[in-house]
Nanobody, 114 residues
Framework: QVQLVESGGGLVQPGGSLRLSCVAS????????MGWYRQTPGKQRELVAV???????TYADSVQGRFIISRDNSKNTVYLQMIDLKPEDTAVYYC????????WGQGTLVTVSS
């Protein structure tokens, strides 16, 4: 059974940092690229960053240079280090495989506000 559990969100001031974590179970982690996605009310979920099975990372233009995705295959965990956060980064953040499975976790809310 696939399960995705995100954590690490919170309230942070503009310019601040957060580190998100996601544990993926159900045998999906080591054989798939993993991605971080985000969604704000009224908008479609967008892909933020992807880590290939070998750890090669790609990013959306909006977060390039500020976010770093990494993965620990021994822990079935993918991380998203976020620095220099901006109010427009406010969203619920989700992890999933890339391309995404139909199953999603509950997400973790990131709020960037002064």
């Amino acid at each position: 059974q696939v399960q995705l559990v995100e954590s690490g969100g919170g309230l942070v001031q503009p310019g601040g940092s957060l580190r998100l974590s996601c544990v993926a179970s159900g045998g999906i982690f080591s054989i798939n690229a993993m991605g971080w996605y985000r969604q704000t009310p009224g908008k479609q979920r967008e892909l933020v960053a992807v880590s290939s099975t070998g750890g090669i990372a790609t990013y959306a233009d909006s977060v390039q240079g500020r976010f770093i995705i990494s993965r620990d295959n021994s822990k079935n965990t993918v991380y998203l280090q976020m620095i220099d956060l901006k109010p427009e980064d406010t969203a619920v953040y989700y992890c999933n495989t890339f391309p995404a499975l139909e199953t999603w976790g509950q997400g973790t809310l990131v709020t960037v506000s002064s």
